[in-house]
């Protein structure tokens, strides 16, 4: 099942994504801060190659992000293109978890999404 992880969204965007989840299948989350060290593959239920003993890390992601999972390409347009009919405001950083990022915790992933951001002239 297509997944979405939800990190510090404002509360009327965090909602109109989650009801969007929710019409086309999609098991949306929003993380708690407690849970923004985690890895992304624990978070989504995924086996994760083992991490060196105290990777996981305290820190919290510092902005929005949305992190997606398991969709095949046209579910994902669905998806993505579903956010202005359902007023969905943009959310800049989004990423597709990947077995290269699986492992990573959000703010890792955050710092990554930010600095391709800033190499191609966006903010985040």
Known sequence: MPAALLYNLAPAKEKALLAL???QGVQGRAVAPADQG???GDLLGLPVPAAPAGQA???FVP???LVLSGFD???LDAFLGGFAA???PPIP???VVTAYNLAWTAPQLYRELSREHQALGRRP
């Open 73 to 75: 390409g046209p579910a």
């Open 21 to 23: 989840c929710d019409a």
């Open 86 to 88: 359902a007023g969905v």
């Open 93 to 95: 950083l989004k990423a």
């Open 57 to 59: 890390s305290a820190e």
């Open 63 to 65: 902005g929005e992000m």
């Open 38 to 40: 985690r890895a992304l």
